[in-house]
């Protein structure tokens, strides 16, 4: 079982829409990571949280370090946001390097 | 601020011959990443640099793979001879210091190994 899990691994919106991507994990951490993928490769960080919520324009990223669950929102959604979303989480055991989910495949459609 | 810079950005190489990938991480930047992500994963760590130093480099394929930073600054990743199953995208990236900073990613090497 990954460390790491997230859901769903694909989801189509409508333009407009709010969308939830969820990320859970087995291990006590230090750190969670949102990483937005797009088309060719290049990564751009997201958020780097480890309590409470943390907002940035249309984003929204929440965790629970109890239930080890965190949430990327997206509010009104545009075609423009299309792309794979990425939790990656820091165990809090020492130096110990960035553990990734597989991704979740976002397509908004207008 | 210029960020985390990778050349090439593609490579098709045949089984067995080598191939390296060059990495430009932010100035300043003391903490430097190399990962491989095949399609459909997340990335996973290959190896990463504190300086010209090696902190971890526990899932780096030493048989094949190699990676050096002599300066402290760039950095180069190597094949040796490749495998079809070292496909994937390359990802090079920079932070400032060990674990409790954000990383800053490149846009990456695709490679293909026919």
């Known amino acids: 079982k990954n460390e790491v899990e997230q859901s769903p691994q694909n989801l189509t919106a409508q333009e407009g829409e709010f969308i939830t991507i969820n990320c859970s994990y087995s291990v006590g951490i230090s750190a969670l990571h949102w990483l937005q993928q797009h088309p060719g490769g290049g990564i751009v960080s997201l958020f780097m949280l480890s309590s409470g919520k943390k907002k940035h324009g249309r984003l929204i990223a929440t965790i629970n370090i109890q239930e080890k669950h965190s949430s990327l929102h997206i509010t009104a959604s545009h075609p423009r946001d299309s792309a794979v979303y990425i939790c990656a989480v820091r165990s809090n055991s020492g130096n110990t390097p960035l553990v990734f989910g597989k991704g979740t495949r976002l397509s908004v459609i207008a | 601020e210029a960020g985390v810079a990778q050349s090439p950005r593609y490579k098709i190489i045949e089984k067995r011959q080598s191939v390296a990938f060059w990495c430009n991480p932010i100035s300043g930047h003391a903490t430097l990443y190399w990962y491989q992500q095949i399609l459909g994963q997340g990335p996973k760590l290959l190896i990463q640099?504190?300086?010209?130093?090696?902190?971890?480099d526990s899932q780096l394929p030493k048989d094949r793979f190699s990676a050096e930073r002599l300066k402290g600054v760039d950095s180069t990743l190597k094949i040796q001879p490749a495998k079809l199953e070292d496909s994937a995208v390359y990802l090079c990236?920079?932070?400032?210091?060990?674990?409790?900073?954000?990383?800053?990613f490149g846009p990456g090497t695709r490679l293909t190994v026919t």
């Open positions: 990236a920079s932070s400032w210091g060990l674990a409790h900073y954000e990383q800053y």
């Open positions: 640099f504190q300086n010209n130093g090696v902190v971890d």
